[in-house]
Structures are given as C-alpha cells and as structure tokens.
T-cell receptor
C-alpha cells in the first residue's frame, strides 16, 4: 500500500494565523482526501483533491478557510486559514486504492 | 446519507479475554468496509479490509466479518493484550463513492488491563 509522509506532526499556533500541512505519497494517486478529527470525535471529510482541478469540499467546509493545492499526483497541501481555537483538531490526509485507504500520521493542531 | 454506528463506545477488559466490537451501517450499498486502529494523538493504521462480496477477513488474532444485507460488521480480537489498547474505527465506502472518501463511525475506545 502507499506510504504517506505528513508534516508537521504537530504545531501550536496563534489565533488569526494560518498553517499549511503537507502530504507526500510514495506513488502516484488520482485522489487525495483531507479529514478533520475534532477532540473526542471521529473523522470528518473536509475535501477531495484531484490533480489539475479544484478540490471538492464537503458541506460545512469552504475554500477560503481550507484552501487545498494538488500540484501533482504525489503531493497535496491543506491550509487552515485565520485560525481560531475551534480549529484545534487532528488533520489527516488519505489516499484510496483497491486494497483500501491509507492515512498519513496526522497533524495535531492546537490554536491558542 | 450513510451513517455508521459503533457499539460499545468504550470497553475495558482484562488481558487474555476474547472480545467483539460491533459496527452497523444504514445503507447496504457499500463497496467495502475497513477497520482501523488509532493510538492517542496519532494517525490511522489499517487492520482489515472486507470487500462487499466477502464474508470475513482474518489477520493474526483479528477476524472481521461482514453481513451486508443486515448492515453489520464485527471485529473479533482473540487473546487480548495490553498493546491492543487503542480506539478502533469502522469505515465504509459506498458503491460509486470513490470520490467521496470513507464514512466513519465514532469508534470504540478499548482498554486492555494488564
């Protein structure tokens, strides 16, 4: 299965600032997914990122708040913009293949 | 809209016991079902994937079953060990939903007492 490198693994950020999370996959994949896991909750899909097109966002998530880039078939970034304490969560990227979905190790974000 | 429910939400058992975690889903039109393990503050580790045409999958002390018609899956852990302590997540992929990602349950928080 694909190996995903996600960074940073954690960060503490001031409110009002932005953080960009990077995911690098060791093979070419068509779609990459970004999830959020709020404290004590399960995973919620933020958006699906295809190379060469705009990301598709789930209800409740908007591009201005969570801009996504997908410059090639092995890399994607998610930016959390104008952060508030409510954005404190674990953010995970994922790829789906025939043998199942693989996840990055996650970025633990704390906004103070 | 697909909904995934996991029961129990939390479970604490002594080491060595066999245990069963339950997952149910509302829409039986699934492509596959996947069980994950998540350690505190970490990402997800895939445990087992069951295709919709399969009834069960086994890996070591883990066995997952799928009854698509009734919308249920179980994860059986044999001879539990303290290292099995983690949150176990069940997730389904709907048919034709390759662009949608997975739908997750809220997980079962498992503690194995030494």
């Amino acid at each position: 299965s694909a190996v995903i490198s996600q960074k940073p693994s954690r960060d503490i950020c001031q409110r009002g600032t932005s953080l960009t999370i990077q995911c690098q996959v060791d093979s070419q994949v068509t779609m990459m997914f970004w999830y959020r896991q709020q404290p004590g909750q399960s995973l919620t899909l933020i958006a699906t990122a295809n190379q060469g097109s705009e990301a598709t966002y789930e209800s409740g998530f908007v591009i201005d708040k969570f801009p996504i880039s997908r410059p090639n078939l092995t890399f994607s970034t998610l930016t959390v913009s104008n952060m508030s304490p409510e954005d404190s969560s674990i953010y995970l990227c994922s790829v789906g293949q025939a043998w199942g979905y693989t996840f990055g190790s996650g970025t633990r974000l704390t906004v103070v | 809209k697909q909904e995934v429910t996991q029961i129990p939400a939390a479970l604490s058992v002594p080491e060595g016991e066999n245990l069963v975690l339950n997952c149910s889903f509302t829409d039986s039109a699934i492509y596959n079902l996947q069980w994950f393990r998540q350690d505190p503050g970490k990402g997800l580790t895939s445990l087992l994937l069951i295709q919709s045409s399969q009834r069960e999958q086994t890996s070591g002390r883990l066995n997952a079953s799928l009854d698509k018609s009734s919308g249920r899956s179980t994860l059986y852990i044999a001879a539990s060990q303290p290292g099995d302590s983690a949150t176990y997540l069940c997730a389904v992929l709907r048919i034709g939903g390759g662009a949608d990602g997975l739908t997750f349950g809220k997980g079962t928080h498992l503690i194995i007492q030494p």
